[in-house]
């Protein structure tokens, strides 16, 4: 009996991994449209697809991005600048693409502020939730979206999953990209640090005594998965990307980073009180908990 289940799981694992190499035809008329390719993700994904000959729109932020990846890549490549969190910006920009776009990767996020909530304004949990959710929305196309395993980045995982379910009608394919912890620009451990202060400082006197002086030392040490081996692979995200791109059968989700694979996925299938618990007990503890 084992026998046979073995036959039949490599089956599987041989299908899926014959019908997954099948790749869009035509590529190199294609036109991916990217935001975010100031640094990171969107950077090396621009560079990446621009390499192997697609038509790439990458979207910036500033001017001085755009120029940096101008100088970086072949004369395919165009470059937009791109506010997502302005509607206004957004129209402009799907105006440019909207007789020449194909494929969509909603890139743009940002990480910061991070810190624990109560640490946290109202204006800092509405400038990452402009960003990471509320500037996907305006998406259309054969759509790569960006999540992780953050409050807001799930506000994309549901969006994700009605965009693909109602776009399926129409031919369009919806994949989301679940990430772990990477090094970015934006996530540099001195970065992190830095902003871990700056929410401490800018924290009540009320919820500093909650904490305690000690708490935020003890926060940034147990930032250890800053200083994994994977976390400056960027190409382990961009791969996903390309492959949900130019996959004649992508993937709905892709997990990006051995975290992701082998922590967060796994945890997301745990019953919550023992993921509470594991957490409970690995998290540096306030000076006032109970």
Not at 63 to 90: F, H, P, Y
Not at 112 to 138: H, R, S
Not at 167 to 190: C, H, M, N, P, R
Request: charged content about 20%.
């Amino acid at each position: 009996m084992w026998l046979y289940l073995a036959v039949l799981l490599g089956l599987y694992y041989f299908l899926r991994w014959y019908r997954e190499r099948q790749v869009v035809s035509h590529l190199r008329d294609k036109f991916i449209f990217i935001t975010g390719c100031d640094s990171g993700f969107g950077n090396q994904l621009a560079r990446q697809l621009d390499l192997k000959g697609l038509r790439v729109l990458a979207a910036c932020l500033t001017e001085q991005g755009a120029e940096q990846l101008r100088n970086q890549t072949s004369d395919r490549l165009q470059t937009v600048i791109l506010d997502v969190t302005k509607t206004e910006s957004v129209a402009a920009a799907t105006e440019w693409v909207k007789e020449r776009l194909w494929g969509l990767v909603n890139n743009a996020g940002i990480c910061t502020p991070m810190a624990p909530n109560q640490w946290l304004t109202k204006q800092d949990f509405v400038k990452i939730l402009e960003v990471n959710l509320l500037g996907v929305i305006d998406a259309r196309g054969r759509v790569v979206n960006v999540s992780s395993y953050s409050m807001s980045k799930y506000g994309v995982e549901a969006f994700s999953d009605s965009l693909r379910r109602e776009l399926s009608y129409f031919g369009v394919k919806v994949a989301v990209i679940e990430l772990g912890y990477f090094l970015t620009d934006l996530t540099q451990e001195e970065v992190y640090h830095e902003n871990l202060q700056t929410s401490w400082d800018h924290a009540s006197p009320e919820i500093q005594e909650l904490y305690g002086d000690n708490f935020l030392a003890d926060f940034i040490k147990a930032s250890d998965f800053l200083k994994a081996p994977w976390a400056r692979n960027l190409s382990l995200v961009t791969n996903c990307m390309e492959h949900a791109l130019t996959a004649c059968h992508p993937r709905s989700r892709y997990s990006a980073g051995w975290d992701a694979k082998f922590l967060y996925l796994p945890m997301s299938y745990l019953p919550s009180f023992l993921v509470d618990l594991m957490i409970y007990w690995n998290y540096p503890q306030p000076a006032k908990a109970l």
